[in-house]
């Protein structure tokens, strides 16, 4: 069975900090992977697209993916109060758009 | 991205009775896809809805429980039939870049069955 896997968290980290989400992923044959942010009581938002080993820079967002060891992961730099939300990791195997979800890591940033 | 509602936001049915929930696209989108969210969880994908073909649903998933309408690029409907309080959950539509394999979500329905 294709599965996705977070820590569930809580994952706390003070103001300013570098906030560090992991996703490990089963199906060797996984080709897109993303990353949404979900706030309590709202929908998930897409805000990281990977596609290719290494990392992908997108303001404080880095996503970082090796697909030798089936891991991909967030780092967030400079965390804000605004970034406490689940970050949920998905991943597509390719020749469908059909994506599995992990099941999320809650964020804190404490002021 | 395409903007993305649904209606209704919010309900609450008794146990036994049907709720369709609509799902709207500003622009045109070949795949659409339903989710379900039960509280403190992930998303676990109903069905994945083409338009001009059947939907196809996931393991644990059947068509008389949730039928699928998509009669054209920018609208498809979910209906919840034959309810019971194990239904209550948020659902949510989401639409898919061919070319990305991103989606996207609507805000979506959040329903309690009594």
């Known amino acids: 069975q294709k599965e996705v896997e977070q820590n569930s968290g809580p994952l706390s980290v003070p103001e300013g900090a570098i906030a560090s989400l992991n996703c490990t992923y089963s199906d060797r044959v996984s080709q897109s992977f993303f990353w949404y942010r979900q706030y309590s009581g709202k929908s998930p938002e897409l805000i990281m697209s990977?596609?290719?080993?290494g990392d992908k820079e997108d303001g404080r967002f880095t996503a970082q993916l090796n697909k030798a060891s089936q891991y991909v992961s967030l780092l967030i730099r400079d965390s804000q109060p605004s970034d406490s939300a689940t970050y949920l990791c998905a991943v597509n195997a390719g020749g469908y758009q059909k994506v599995t979800f992990g099941t999320g890591t809650k964020l804190q940033v404490i002021p | 991205s395409a903007v993305i509602s649904q209606k209704p936001s919010r309900d609450i049915c008794q146990r036994g009775t049907s709720l369709t929930i609509q799902c709207q696209v500003d622009s045109q989108v070949t795949m659409m896809f339903w989710y379900r969210q039960q509280p403190g969880q992930s998303l676990t994908l109903i069905a994945t809805a083409n338009q001009g073909s059947e939907a196809t649903y996931e393991s644990g998933f059947v068509i008389d429980k949730f039928p699928i309408s998509r009669p054209n690029l920018t609208f498809s409907t979910l209906t919840v039939s034959n309810m019971s309080p194990e239904d209550s959950s948020i659902y949510l539509c989401?639409?898919?870049?061919?070319?990305?394999?991103?989606?996207?979500f609507g805000p979506g329905t959040r329903l309690t069955v009594t």
């Open positions: 989401s639409v898919g870049d061919g070319a990305s394999y991103e989606q996207y």
């Open positions: 990977i596609y290719s080993n």
